[in-house]
């Protein structure tokens, strides 16, 4: 394997793309971008989930290959064929996933991929970790089982790998997400001490404030497209908090020529008129998984639209589920209506009117192998009309179905397809309309647009702002700002857990969410 | 009653149980390769038969048992080849193809021997044993243990040394990552189909073996589904002994004893229906899958074919 050799010389890149594209079934992962990795740098990549940032470390570490463009390594254009190729060529990863075996100690896994028919070289590993820990700072448990150890340990057992292998660019795919603050401390200044030596670091994160401690560069990617770029120059002569605001800028601000732009219509929400959903001081534990609520309190009046905008996996997806009544909540109060609902169950509440449509639309939200049409009625199973003493009214399930089908232009080939089949905008065409059914009063949106394309977004979109002119209340929660903006007569913002603001969405709207979805205050 | 504790009777249901043992050693020591690799291996039944009928063919004609195994052994690497390659490099679905290969070779093995020997069933001569001096001079253990067919011996060493790779080689973590979580190994730079398909075609060697022993040793001559079921017994073994080769010993030599009473039995001349004494090594399986059944612990990745990159 290559040590940091001196054909790297400080200045030349070691790695660039060179318009690359990748596309997978219906998205386009990544859209023609340009990138350079040189030595000494800490090159940060900034993206919101689904940017396409785990997209492109899969091809500069051989996973996956480029549908479009090239990559160019040392000034040669190489494509990389295999994660040993890329190994070879001194690109080390640490994966976003965990890609160690549970079953094995740490250091079988550090010793995986040598030479098959030799013995484990133990020692010698033992002394190198050694070496590489008393600079790192941490301590590893060698002969820990894999499983035993907490996910943040694993994670610095995968950093720990990375550097066993003397990689001249090391790629870190949101690493610091299970390290404790100490321990991202310490990792920005082995990034720092590291790139000293001449390595290049592609540092991937979510966090804005890491990126402005760590970076030497950034680079913007936003749904597959790179939208901008701070290089050291000018990373250097701003403070931190400039840098913050021109990456929020990038982030959030406003794409030209945007097809999605979409003025928004002005509705009328009768200020005086008694709310239909009321929440109050709602609280949710905290588990293993998921952050929990704190003191999340808000109104949404009949035809209001309240956003709920925030980083990706701050709550939102708990928030969702605490309305819907699948996840208990621990104080607080729900009123539908005036009526308060927070002790009734999941299906009371969709009784009452209250409809939850989730952003896991096929695993949560509909049964794939399940027909288009009994998925209609999935929640109304064993209810008249559809079915009488137990037995399904096959009759009465088509005739509705053909009636949904039609007024919501779902795209399939019968009402027998089974749903797994659709597409996603077709998917979300159907619990639109098993949703927006009979009753409903409130409605949630979770993501409803994501990952859909252009004309589903914008027929998706349409229907949400329908129901609002209806008269319902809704709750649309997206990570997409754009969306909200062109969509919400108030956003709130959320943040680990709590709401930190409500805005009205007004001119300065978009730089208030922005800066509230950072922790800065509006 | 006396017969049941003479020392005839002993030695000869001793000797029957190792006979009986070494095909289900061979198959599950095979299977548990495939399994730890992450491939269920359900074609090994296919492979048992494809080696037993190769393995006869080839000692039948070249009067030489040892060239009989090594053809017994790579009938069973030909099928293999095929599982390896539909399972392990298209993906499909181990548990079809595998059926379906066992199915094909049954038919086809019966169907090969029907055209080259009718309706005989033409015998081999006794397989020569290996006399261990001074072991096998122990009443009762000696003559079953220690005067065996030198093949025996190696398939014991085999589980030795098929422990010390699980356990001490790069292999052995290569084989078991390729099982639990075979993304890491493949970024490990390590090929996880190129692991996967030496531990398959490593099976069909050991189950080619196996049958060979089979039909050569154990019966003699070949007749159609010979094996009945040893493959099968190999992947409860497999399954039932959490990756140790130790264990797989311990569970054939167990299976032996089941399958050597019937025969024992009639040696000593005891008169209980045939019928009754047949089922007892398939009651000796539902008792072990009761007991054990629990502490099966299967790879994570058992049975999913890998695609790099695929999520
Ligand atoms: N193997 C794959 N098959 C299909 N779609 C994929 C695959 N990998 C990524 N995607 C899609 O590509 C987009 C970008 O994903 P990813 O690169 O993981 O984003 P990020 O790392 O920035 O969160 C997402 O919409 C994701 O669903
Ligand atoms: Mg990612």
Redesign the pocket.
Known sequence: MSSFSSSSAAGRDIVALEGVTKR??G?V?NDSIDLAIRPGEVHVLL??????????I?MLSGLQQPDEGRIVVDGKPTPITSPRHALALGIGTVF?HMMLVPTLTVAENLLLGGPWWQRPRTEELAARVAEITSTLGITIKLHAKVSELSLGEQQQVEILRAMVRNSRLLIL?ESTSMLTPKGIDELGALMRRLVEQGLAIVF?THKLKEAAAFGDRISV?KL?RKVGEIPPERFRALGEQEIISEIVELMFGQQKDDPEAVERPVRTVHAEAAPLLRVADLAVAPTDNAPGLSSISFDIRPGEILGIAGIDGNGQKQLAEALAGQRATTSGSVRLDGAAIETLSVGERRQRGLRYLTDDRLGEGTVGTFPVSINFFLKQVGAAPFWRNGVEQRAEIDKRSAQLVREYDVRTPSLKTPVARLSGGNIQKVLLARELAEGAKVVIFNKPTY?LDLANTLASRQRIRDTAARGLAVLLISTDLEELLSMCDRIAVIANGALVGIVDNADDARTKVGRLMIGLAA | MTGLFSEVFLSALLFGAVTAAIPLLLAGLGEQMSEKAGVLNIGIEGMMLAGAYLGFVGAFYSGSLWLGFLTGAAGGVAVALVMALLCVRIGLNQIVIGIALTLGLEGLTALLHHFQFSRSYPRLPAAEVTVIPLLSDIPVIGPALFKQHLIVYLAVALVFGMGYVYRRTQLGLNLQAAGDKPAALDVAGIDVVRTRTVAVLTTGALAGLGGAYLANVGAGLFIPFITNGAGFLGIVLAMLARGRPIWVLFGALLFGVCLSLTTAMQVAGINIPTDIIQMLPFLAVMIMLVLFGRRASLPAALGIPYER???
């Not at chain 1, 993206?47 to 492109?56: P, Q």
């Open positions: 997978f079934p998205i992962a993206g919101e989930n689904g940017a396409g940032k785990s997209t492109l899969g976003q795919d991937i990617l597959g990952g | 990159g695929a999520r």
